[in-house]
């Protein structure tokens, strides 16, 4: 039972490098979404996506791109990485609205 | 635009107590409700959620949660804790704010002592 896989778990960058964060999910969900954790901030949203083709805004879109060309991926980039953005990113997805969130296992992202 | 409040950032109970966590959300129509435990490097796990009908659900391992509209509260219970409830737990609100997000309180982190 894979559910949701995230690639890479772990990456150093440097400040002002490009990368990419990829998700896929198994279970033929419709929903998507990434997410960043802190400490003492919880889950914040970056982006979702409601279905193949589309992307939205979350609580913090900021520096970060999104793609959805496949309905099991969810791709998140960064094109130009800032110290600001060392985190723990989780992807996740869900079949509709009132659906559980399944969640990927998070990937630590640290940008000096 | 929806919100969540858990107003507690940490809480140590004993093995074997009980336990409650507060949740409070703001959002103008009925929220979908979700509780969420989180083990140390994990990603996130569903405990219970609420959308409609009895106000007190029912979750995995023993939770429960009390949705009470007139205090926007959606509270966390587990009548005897175990010592591998240690963990963060996280509350969560799912609602229309121009397209459907679900959005996070900052977490509570359960320390269990023997």
């Known amino acids: 039972n894979a559910g949701v896989t995230q690639t890479p778990k772990f990456r150093v960058l440097k400040t002002g490098q490009s990368m990419t964060l990829l998700c896929a999910q198994d279970?033929?969900?419709?929903?998507m979404y990434w997410y960043r954790q802190d400490p003492g901030m919880g889950l914040r949203l970056i982006h979702y996506s409601v279905g193949e083709g589309t992307t939205a805004k979350g609580e913090v879109p900021d520096g970060y791109n999104v793609s959805r060309l496949k309905k099991q991926n969810f791709l998140l980039g960064l094109e130009s990485a800032a110290p600001s953005q060392t985190s723990v990113y989780f992807c996740?997805?869900?079949?509709?609205?009132?659906?559980?969130?399944?969640f990927g296992e998070g990937s630590w992202l640290t940008v000096v | 635009a929806q919100s969540v409040t858990q107003p507690d950032i940490h809480i140590t109970v004993s093995e074997g107590a009980s336990l409650e966590l507060r949740c409070n959300y703001s959002?103008?129509?009925?929220?979908?409700l979700f509780w969420y435990v989180q083990s140390p490097g994990q990603g996130l796990q569903l405990l219970l959620k609420?959308?409609?009908?009895?106000?007190l659900v029912q979750g995995i391992k023993g939770f429960e949660a009390e949705f009470k509209r007139s205090q926007s509260s959606f509270n966390l219970r587990k009548p005897s804790v175990h010592w591998s409830d240690a963990a963060e737990y996280f509350c969560?609100?799912?609602?229309?704010?121009?397209?459907?997000?679900?959005?996070f309180g900052a977490g509570t982190r359960l320390f269990v002592k023997a």
């Open positions: 996740a997805s869900s079949p509709g609205t009132r659906n559980t969130i399944y």
């Open positions: 959002y103008g129509a009925t929220p979908y």
């Open positions: 279970m033929n969900h419709e929903y």
């Open positions: 969560a609100v799912g609602g229309y704010t121009g397209g459907f997000k679900t959005i």
């Open positions: 609420y959308f409609s009908g009895d106000t």
